[in-house]
């Protein structure tokens, strides 16, 4: 049983920063790959950015300079560091994570995220 719960959602005025949490618990599995999409009002998910245990990361042109994502393995926990917000960043946040043990990915439930004055 795995379960994965993000935090830190909310609303920011433009130029703003937020920073996400996701923690997977109820399993004693490790995850060898974690990320970040979002849901825009209206639109399809679509991805954010993603981290390797390796610590590599790459990022999608609209965030890029901007987020910054890190994990902490050892706790199964990503993050999604987010300055310079702006309204288009507007969405639900998802969180996804890869089960070492077998490949199986995981998704949150989604916090939102609000940029507005």
């Known amino acids: 049983q795995v379960q994965l719960v993000e935090s830190g959602g909310g609303l920011v005025q433009p130029g703003g920063s937020l920073r996400l949490s996701c923690a997977a618990s109820?399993?004693?599995?490790?995850?060898?790959?974690m990320g970040w999409y979002r849901q825009p009002p209206g639109k399809e998910r679509e991805w954010v950015a993603t981290i390797s245990s390796g610590t590599g990361t790459n990022y999608a042109d609209s965030v890029k300079g901007r987020f910054t994502i890190s994990r902490d393995g050892t706790k199964n926990t990503v993050y999604l560091q987010m300055n310079s917000l702006k309204p288009e960043d507007t969405a639900v946040y998802y969180c996804?994570?890869?089960?070492?043990?077998?490949?199986?990915?995981?998704w949150g439930q989604g916090t939102q995220v609000t940029v507005s004055s």
């Open positions: 109820g399993s004693g599995f490790l995850f060898d790959v």
């Open positions: 996804a994570m890869r089960r070492r043990f077998d490949s199986r990915y995981y």
